[in-house]
């Protein structure tokens, strides 16, 4: 299909970037930013390839950001097509990463391309900050750049975070938020024996049950206008040797938490902690936190989206913070108003991942209409 934006998106696909492998994907986006005058910042760490590239020298700063690793296919039998041979279907571009995110990676950068050709002297800068793991690990991805910029008082006031975020109809959706995420791994600690002689032991999932009910019937916060209420999960339990006549001197239990803006992890902790002595336990507890809930509230971001939504697509755009984690934890740090935009979610990590081929052509068009808002 002779369209920029549909090409640039076979390109990618046709790269098996799994986490954090990036397959040359990155290489060829540099290429193509470099020949519209972008200074490119490589900032490899570990096995993970980054870059920050920016355009224009003053001014506010728009950043795009996205990744160009993808979560593994699966078994290639089960798709219609081949996972990594980009084919269009019934106007569908299908293959891994067509919707999360190696299409709004495209979209982004004929974006940019069309906008620097109609204002090649336009006022503050245009940036873009890639990673090639966001859905593995991403401990050597965009937090290090966030790292990086910062410690040098790099400037961000906008940052567009290219995921999947419209539900029905593009732009239908944006994200202007999402929920923090906190996971403790807890281990009750008791004494092991015979069951047929429960005095000499101490059963750490009885001493546990009191517990684990105040935990699973806390209500933790009642979320805002913005977040729901924060929700509490137990993922994991462990307990016993196999045999049925061991008491289980350990107890193991993981527990996440996705919580509002209006708690904080401190928070969460003091509580959990103050739980368990409450009910008097012994115990071991590790706390892994993989990110602190952001929120744009309002702003010249979230304005300029809307409105370019609104007159390319004629549709009322919904903010919301639902769903899972993005790298927009780790860039709103830097102060800057972020939110998510990109083509529809409903096949993302699914076998014959697929997105409109017209509504990539059109998230090209928001973008560019975003720049300009923003940067004229």
């Known amino acids: 299909m002779d369209c920029p934006v549909i090409q640039l998106s076979q390109d990618l696909i046709a790269r098996p970037s799994i986490s954090p492998d990036d397959q040359g994907c990155q290489a060829l986006i540099i290429e193509r930013l470099k020949k519209i005058g972008f200074t490119i910042e490589e900032m490899p760490y570990g096995d993970t390839l980054n870059f920050w590239a920016h355009r224009g020298h003053s001014g506010e700063t728009l950043a795009f950001a996205g990744h160009t690793d993808v ?126 002689y429960p005095h000499l032991a101490d059963n750490p999932v009885h001493r546990a049950t009191a517990f684990l009910q105040e935990l699973v019937s806390t209500q933790w916060d009642e979320g805002n206008e913005f977040f729901p209420a924060t929700s509490m999960q137990i993922a994991n339990v462990q307990a016993g040797t196999g045999a049925n006549n061991v008491i289980p001197g350990e107890f193991f239990i993981q527990f996440n938490f996705r919580f509002s803006t209006e708690l904080t992890d401190t928070m969460i902790r003091e509580r959990v902690k103050s739980m368990l002595e409450r009910h008097q336990l012994k115990y071991e507890l590790v706390w892994s936190l993989s990110g602190q809930p952001f929120l744009t509230r309002t702003g010249k971001l979230v304005d300029a989206t809307v409105q370019a939504i609104s007159e390319l697509t004629n549709r009322n755009t919904e903010l919301s913070t639902s769903g899972g984690t993005s790298d927009g934890r780790f860039i709103a740090q830097m102060g800057a108003q972020v939110i998510e935009l990109g083509p529809l979610n409903a096949t993302i990590h699914k076998v014959d991942e697929c997105v409109s081929v017209d509504d990539l052509q059109q998230l090209a068009r928001i973008y560019e209409r975003i720049m300009e808002l923003l940067l004229l």
Not at 77 to 104: C, E, V
Not at 161 to 172: I, M, T
Request: glycine share 10%; charged share 20%; hydrophobic share 40%.
């Open 71 to 196: 979560v593994p296919a699966g078994d290639p039998a089960k798709w219609k097509t081949p996972p990594f041979t980009p084919t269009i279907i019934n106007q569908h571009l299908y293959g891994r990463g067509a919707a999360d995110m190696k299409g709004s990676i495209a979209a982004m950068v004929v974006a940019a391309e069309r906008f620097v050709a109609k204002h090649p002297s336009h006022t503050g800068r245009l940036a873009f900050l890639i990673t090639s793991d966001e859905e593995a690990k991403a401990t050597n991805g965009t937090v290090k750049v966030v790292e990086a910029l910062m410690q040098r008082n790099e400037r961000l006031d906008y940052c567009l975070v290219g995921e999947p975020s419209s539900q029905s109809q593009l732009g239908d959706m944006v994200k202007n938020g999402r929920r923090g995420s906190i996971t403790a791994n807890l281990t009750i600690l008791g004494t092991q024996g015979h069951v047929a």
